[in-house]
């Protein structure tokens, strides 16, 4: 067991705290703006692009300060309204103890100095309206976990089959949702229809209208 499980977060409602404008903090907190959070970033100094990103994004709050753990209750008021905690700052005792107080208080605190004091990991990921993929090396390279991104990408993503058959599989939900009324039985069909050999091909190959056809051929052979 590893000791993880992977999740996609819906970024709209969730506000995230960084602590840290540096490096870590700046490139975090990018990701998260360009994904829909709210971003708060807490810091005794900010980058010339989180600067920068302040005047286009409205979304992104800088707040001057500097923190101290002996000031708890100061760091409690400044996160209390938040989900997430990501502590960047360059001295990785401070960024444990935030960490600490943050789960303390209920929230789920990344810490990029030490991944044993994280509660998630920020994989390296590509997110699209079709589809997903996040990829973790569990903190032992990045780069090796660019690398598998890349793979993934190019072996299998870049030829247009998949997403054809994705956008197949769309009209197959859609077609059994409103004609089956039994989800046990819609689930079983699923599995048949794409494991059917003439269905797969031709929804590989971008031809959604002759797919469908063969699926409803099949849904009716099953009545
Ligand atoms: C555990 C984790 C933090 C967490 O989320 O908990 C973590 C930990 C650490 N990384 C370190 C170094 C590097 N980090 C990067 C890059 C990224 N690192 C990111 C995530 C994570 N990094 C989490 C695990 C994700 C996973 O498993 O893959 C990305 C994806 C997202 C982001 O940072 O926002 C971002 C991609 C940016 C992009 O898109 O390119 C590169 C490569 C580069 O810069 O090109 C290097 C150089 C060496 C290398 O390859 O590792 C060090 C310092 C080691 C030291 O001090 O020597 C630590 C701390 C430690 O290991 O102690
Ligand atoms: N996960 C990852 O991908 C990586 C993680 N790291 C680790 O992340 C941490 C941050 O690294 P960088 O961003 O490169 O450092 P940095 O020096 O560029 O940024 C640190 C930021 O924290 C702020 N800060 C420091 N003490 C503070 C305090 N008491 N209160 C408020 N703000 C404070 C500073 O003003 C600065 O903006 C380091 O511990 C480093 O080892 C570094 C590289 C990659």
């Not at 990921?125 to 780069?143: E, L, R, Y």
């Not at 054809?164 to 819609?186: G, S, W």
Request: charged share 30%; net charge neutral.
């Amino acid at each position: 067991m590893c000791g993880f499980f992977p999740i996609f977060l819906r970024s709209y409602k969730i506000d995230v705290v960084v602590i840290g404008g540096g490096t870590v903090g700046t490139i975090r907190a990018k990701e998260l703006l360009k994904a829909g959070f709210k971003v708060k970033v807490i810091s005794k100094d900010f980058s010339t692009e989180l600067k920068e990103l302040e005047k286009s994004y409205q979304t992104l709050f800088l707040f001057k300060k500097e923190i101290n753990i002996n000031t708890k209750l100061e760091l409690k008021e400044l996160i209390r309204d938040t989900n997430l905690v990501i502590s960047a700052t360059g001295n990785p005792a401070l960024n444990k103890d935030i960490c600490e107080l943050a789960r303390e208080m209920g929230k789920l605190c990344n810490d990029p100095s030490n991944m044993e004091n994280s509660d998630f990991i920020i994989p390296i990921s590509m997110v699209n309206n079709d589809f997903g993929v996040a990829v973790t090396t569990f903190g032992i390279s990045s780069i090796v976990s660019k690398e598998i991104l890349n793979r993934i990408n190019s072996d299998i993503l870049a030829s247009k089959e998949i997403i054809n058959l994705l956008h197949a599989m769309a009209e197959i939900k859609v077609f059994l949702k409103e004609n089956v009324k039994d989800p046990k039985r819609r689930y079983h069909l699923y599995h048949e229809i794409f494991d059917d050999r003439e269905f797969n091909l031709r929804a590989k190959e971008g031809d959604i209208k002759n797919a469908l056809e063969r699926a409803k051929e099949i849904v009716g052979d099953e009545n």
